[in-house]
């Protein structure tokens, strides 16, 4: 059955998505100034100096020129660099709310899942990518991955309406299945955790020893791990309900189609990454290298294989 598009919220998720580019973006400037201009890392090295035990006596004598609780350079520093990062978190929070609204009122305006083709595929991609920031930095403590989930976020979400956007409307009768809901949505919350996984892999591989108000290694691998423990399963179950949906549309579970292909290559390439972590030792940079490579199978899954090549999954109507 074929539904009619609502134009006036069809335009309304358009006008939604560039502005939670823009929000993003912001963001992304918030978080940058935190990295930059914010507290130090290095705090422990500097209170370190404060602290002057004399004999038979255990106060503490703070350095001339400084507050109690305060070093030098935390005092030092502009005090309107301490609200940029909870200003960035607080924007990440209503570009979250306002990609959500955008892709509630595209699903809307046509009656059905939102994410038929590849721009909303890419759109609620972006989605899970920052719902994961946003879970693991509430969790996990993870604000200093802000200004580089946001922008990516920024250039994912410009990338589909610049390139993939199509207008809102009707697909294929094969996606109108409740499959949609199961295969499709594991797919995109898996993504959402395996792009955090990336993001914080190639930052480890471009970092310098001496960049020290980034993340340090150890905290963009934990990050990384944890995201895809959490993902790996659930791509798992993607690729199983991907082959029980292709059993009830085309008669068989596995056919060796391209997305089928790659979805398959995706998923040992994150074993491995797990496999070798846990039993070879795989750590620092030689496990970083493993999980990139993964990410490089899942980007050419989720996009490269809808561009390039052909096969049943074809229908993701690239303009």
């Not at 410009?158 to 949609?180: E, I, K, T």
Request: aromatic share 12%; charged share 10%.
């Amino acid at each position: 059955m074929t539904a009619e598009v609502n134009a006036g919220l069809a335009t309304l998720s358009d006008q939604l998505t560039l502005a939670t580019v823009l929000l993003y973006v912001f963001a992304m400037i918030g978080y940058a100034l935190d990295l930059g201009f914010g507290r130090s890392k290095v705090r422990a090295g500097a209170q370190a100096g404060r602290v002057l035990v004399t004999v038979g006596g255990g106060t503490d004598a703070a350095p001339p020129g400084s507050e109690e609780g305060q070093s030098p350079s935390e005092k030092a520093t502009p005090a309107w660099t301490r609200w940029a990062g909870p200003v960035a978190v607080g924007l990440t929070w209503v570009g979250w709310a306002a990609h959500l609204t955008s892709i509630l009122t595209r699903g809307l305006s046509v009656g059905r899942w939102p994410w038929g083709n590849m721009y909303e595929f890419v759109v609620a991609m972006c989605f899970a990518a920052v719902s994961a920031f946003l879970f693991m930095t509430v969790r996990y403590g993870t604000r200093f991955l802000g200004a580089f989930v946001t922008v990516a976020a920024a250039l994912g979400l410009g990338f589909a309406v610049r390139y993939l956007h199509v207008q809102a409307g009707p697909v294929v009768p094969a996606l109108n299945s409740y499959w949609v809901a199961i295969h499709v949505t594991a797919a995109i919350i898996a993504s959402g955790l395996f792009i955090m996984a990336g993001v914080s892999g190639i930052l480890y591989l471009v970092r310098k020893d001496t960049a020290v108000r980034l993340p340090s290694r150890a905290d963009l691998e934990r990050v990384a791990h944890r995201a895809i423990v959490i993902g790996f399963p659930i791509w798992t179950f993607a690729v199983i309900a991907g082959a029980l949906w292709a059993d009830k549309a085309w008669g068989r579970y596995w056919g060796w189609d391209p997305k089928e292909i790659w979805a398959f290559i995706t998923w040992i390439a994150y074993a491995g990454y797990l496999h070798a972590r846990a039993t070879a030792g795989f750590k620092g940079r030689a496990a970083m290298i493993v999980q990139l490579i993964a990410f490089g199978c899942l980007l050419f899954n989720l996009v490269g294989v809808n561009i390039l090549l052909g096969g049943l999954h074809s229908y993701a109507e690239v303009p």
